[in-house]
């Protein structure tokens, strides 16, 4: 294949992922690709695919109860150096966060402030404690964002694209999904029903996969409006989408705060939103008039201006739908009309830490993910650094002696920081140190996979010293597909405050909100005031 043909193939593969303008930002998350289905089996089929085992025992949620109360039991057993209770829990999540971007973020940070760059730290790594999480899911290797939130959020590993639910419901069977025996609850119902304040912030949408680990159980995360359970062959009138259990359901409708994008969601096909695009639901049912019917002293707000201008002191809760689908890159966002990651953060603090009893509140910098897709390291790294900024915006205007905060992510990504590179090289150029077998210089960051290897028409390697070095240069990669995928790898773990040095070492990512729970002596497990 030539160079040009192979160019243009990229550019028109990632065009379709992410549009021509900043509004366009889309989806890039594709169930038959997670499922199998690509390969083995049809759309609308309720059956896993065909080489995607579920070991019978996973299937129940007690043994990853168990196992979570072995994990904590054995930390129990080495001493403690303290018995304090955490009054508020703050979960950080830097979705498709690998350890590799974790490092190259830390250089870049260094190197924008002119520095070589590898000898920076990011915020969060220097908290006290590390460990490293065990992503896979029940029924996967490498897991998606659906089965690895139930994990850290509902404290039961799950199949692949499902939410809230055990691994015993299969992908897209609605009815299996609303057997009360195979639903789960989330840490965030856990602090609810201990009188704390909860709220959900990410900076992808509300029905994402992430946050909804903290409210939803859906056997497809696609599931996020009617419109969209329609799509893959259920009846929308039985089987609840996404959307509609955010605002009607528990522990949903109790939300303090819910900040995010994807506004069109909640709004049918019939009105605009406040982004100026037409709402997606196909029941002509207006879930945010519903919202506001229930949270009288509650308040919606669409933009940054509308944010920063809220008296948290005198509304009961908040709402923020920032974008219409999924909000921008913060190096494409419009600063004067989109808050940032910090932003989100401190209203969200300030409006949960009102109640006596405390708060929980997940925060995710979502786009970190989509930046890891499209193989724009430089949009993946940007967004880990403003990730970086909100912790530690969190952690200074917090007290480390009853805040908990624990930063982790849910899956790696295919990213490689490789070659040998010199000190203080471009981390988002080309190693100036070594070359290939030809002679030609290489990126020091490459994917397994994506859109672009750069080759020319003998199916060499070209020098892209002419192309690389911008924020949004599509990286180099091996094998070909219009995405960037995720890798199977252990994340970090990194934590601050009460309890903090029992997410030390190596555990299951569905022990994390145990641990959680332990420190904030919530939810039906162990407890650090059973010691009292």
């Known amino acids: 294949m030539g160079f040009h043909y192979q160019v243009l193939l990229a550019a028109v593969a990632f065009v379709s992922l992410v549009g021509l303008g900043q509004a366009a930002l889309r989806e890039v998350h594709d169930v038959s690709q997670l499922t199998g289905q690509k390969v083995n089996k049809a759309k609308f089929s309720t059956d896993v695919a065909t080489d995607k085992y579920t070991p019978p025992e996973e299937m129940d949620p007690k043994f990853w109860y168990d196992l979570a109360y072995e994990e904590i039991a054995k930390r129990l057993e080495l001493p403690q150096p303290n018995a304090k209770k ?64 139930t994990a850290y959020l509902c404290g039961v590993k799950t199949n692949i694209i499902e939410i809230g639910v055990s691994a015993a419901v299969t992908y897209n069977n609605c009815t299996q999904s609303q057997d009360p025996a195979n639903r789960l609850t989330s840490i965030a119902e856990w602090a609810q029903n201990a009188g704390k304040s909860t709220g959900i912030v990410t900076t992808t949408t509300l029905t994402h996969a992430s946050p909804s680990g903290a409210y ?73 008039s519903k919202w506001q019917a229930q949270h009288t002293g509650g308040v919606l707000v669409t933009n940054r201006k509308q944010l920063l201008s809220v008296n948290v002191s005198a509304v009961s809760s908040i709402i923020g739908l920032f974008e219409s689908s999924l909000m921008n890159f913060h190096l494409e966002a419009d600063a004067t009309y989109q808050p940032t990651l910090s932003e989100l953060t401190e209203v969200a ?142 994340v970090g773990i990194f934590a601050s405050g009460p309890q903090a040095h029992l997410f030390s070492g190596v555990m299951q990512q569905s022990t994390i909100p145990h641990l959680m729970a332990y420190a904030a002596c919530i939810g039906d497990g162990p407890k650090v005031c059973d010691l009292s």
């Open 216 to 288: 939803a159980k859906t056997a497809n995360r696609m599931w996020q409006c009617d419109t969209d359970v329609t799509s893959y062959g259920v009846d929308s009138s039985s089987c609840i989408d996404m959307a509609t259990q955010l605002v009607t359901q528990t522990p949903g409708k109790n939300f303090d705060i819910m900040f995010g994008g994807g506004m069109g969601k909640f709004l049918p096909k019939t009105i605009n939103d406040s982004h100026g695009n037409a709402g997606e639901r196909s029941d002509g049912v207006n879930l945010l």
């Open 86 to 149: 955490a009054k508020n829990i703050i979960m950080f999540l830097g979705d498709g966060m690998s350890l590799s971007t974790v490092a190259a973020a830390r250089i870049l940070k260094g190197q924008r402030q002119g520095n070589t760059g590898e000898e920076s730290s990011l915020s969060f790594e220097r908290f006290p404690y590390t460990g490293l999480s065990r992503t896979y899911c029940s029924n996967a290797q490498v897991p998606d964002s659906a089965c690895t939130a």
């Open 349 to 490: 603090i300030k409006k949960l830490s009102q109640k006596d009893a405390g708060y929980f509140v997940f925060i995710e910098g979502g786009l970190i993910d989509y930046g890891n897709h499209y193989t724009k390291a430089g949009y993946a790294l940007d967004e880990a650094l403003e990730f970086e900024k909100a912790i530690e915006l969190a952690r200074n205007i917090t007290n480390i002696e009853d805040t908990l905060i624990v930063v982790t992510s849910d899956h790696g990504h295919a990213l490689s920081i490789s070659g040998y590179p010199g000190r203080g090289t471009n981390i988002l150029g080309l190693n100036q140190h070594d070359t290939d077998v030809n002679g030609v210089k290489y990126a020091t960051l490459n994917y397994a996979v994506g859109p672009n290897q750069y080759l020319d028409e003998n199916g060499e390697r070209i020098d892209l010293t002419d192309q690389i070095g911008g924020d949004d240069f599509i990286f180099p990669s091996y094998i070909t597909q219009s995405q960037g995928v995720h890798s199977g790898d252990d």
